[in-house]
């Protein structure tokens, strides 16, 4: 179940005014695949509470441990989509994201299959899970056991 806080909705502005960059480089951010952004029943595009402490934890990423956007998108596409967000056998055999992914999975949305297209990637477990940040660090450490299975993080 997706621990997204729906009570304050932030423009793109006023996340860079809380976080103290600019506007560009929020959208470096999404373009980059690492942000993802919601939007209102009306069209907007907002942020909200979990969104600025994700935007929080890239920078630290970025200034405390060296990493730049391609390093922390080969992270996020690290996270174990299919435990998680448990999928079948069948979708997993052909799932791009499951096949030696070097993005994270909600950037090649068009390609996985259709149960996991019709979700929204942004209340999925799998992203509010990264952008929880704090689940990354098991990711890397994980990543770091040879042939050991990844097992379930906390979401
Ligand atoms: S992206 Fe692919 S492997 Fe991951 S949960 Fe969806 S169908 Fe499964
Ligand atoms: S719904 Fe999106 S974020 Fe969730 S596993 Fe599927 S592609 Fe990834």
């Given at each position: 179940m997706s621990n997204v806080k729906e009570d304050k909705k932030y423009?793109?502005?006023e996340v860079a005014k809380n976080i103290g960059i600019s506007v560009e480089t929020i959208r470096m951010y999404e373009r980059s695949g690492i942000l993802l952004t919601q939007k209102s029943q009306s069209g907007q595009r907002y942020f909200n509470e979990n969104d600025l402490h994700w935007i929080n934890c890239i920078r630290r990423l970025i200034k405390e441990q060296g990493?730049?956007?391609?390093?922390i998108?080969?992270?996020?596409?690290?996270l174990p989509c299919l435990e998680l967000r448990p999928c079948s056998e069948e979708e997993k055999k052909n799932c791009p994201a499951f096949n030696g992914a070097i993005v994270p999975c909600w950037t090649m949305k068009s390609k996985v299959p259709i149960s996991c297209q019709d979700e929204d990637c942004?209340?999925?477990?799998?992203?509010?899970?990264?952008?929880?940040?704090e689940n990354l660090k098991k990711v890397l450490y994980q990543s770091n056991q040879e042939k050991r299975p990844l097992t379930k993080l906390e979401v």
């Open positions: 423009k793109i502005g990493l730049n956007l391609e390093g998108r080969r992270m996020l596409a690290l942004c209340l999925c477990s799998v992203y509010q899970s990264a952008i929880a940040c």
